[in-house]
């Protein structure tokens, strides 16, 4: 369904648990950036009303997981740490369409958007099957499916506005570029890392 041409390494998760507080940490800050950036879309894109109530939606979702992440750091005696940047994000943003019309904005931003769920949703799946602490492994299945529906919203929606674009082949593009940058991740204790 992701369509992602290449798997994480599933040793990534013995990195992660050498250090759950910093997975956790990384975690909750890019649930409050995919919450931003879901306003981000609607605050540029604000004519589409099934766009806007389905990403106010998707943002409280996203929210409501920054708390639970937030209340899961809060149980085990942690702190949420500062924020960190998310170079994977970083590197992926590069490849959006920086000087197109509104159109081409609008679908780059949402296949971006969509590339992002899909690979944290294949590194929650990895998680919820290879991590040892059992209530994170059923924490991870469950977000796993939630950021699953949230890539199946943002591709729909730029099948939907992309009417003038080749979104598939734009997607095909992402992928195979997205290939290349995750090459260079999955070696530290963040969600993307």
Sequence with gaps: MLGLKL???PRWVNIVESNIEE???DHAWCEQKAATNAITIITHNSEHEDLVTDLLALAKEELEHFQMVHDIIKQRGYKLGRE????YVNELYKFMNK??????SMV????FSAMIEARSCERFKLLSKKIKDPK???FYHDLMI???????????FARKYGKDIDVDKRWQELINFEAKVIQN???????HG
Excluded: M, P, V, W
């Design 7 to 9: 798997a994480t390494d």
């Design 23 to 25: 997975i956790l940490t």
């Design 146 to 156: 939630s950021e699953a529906g949230h890539y199946t919203t943002f591709i729909g």
């Design 108 to 111: 780059d931003r949402l296949l």
């Design 136 to 138: 994170l492994s059923k």
């Design 185 to 191: 991740y999955g070696k530290s204790e963040t969600i």
């Design 84 to 87: 960190r940047k998310d170079s």
């Design 99 to 104: 000087g197109g019309n509104r159109q081409q």
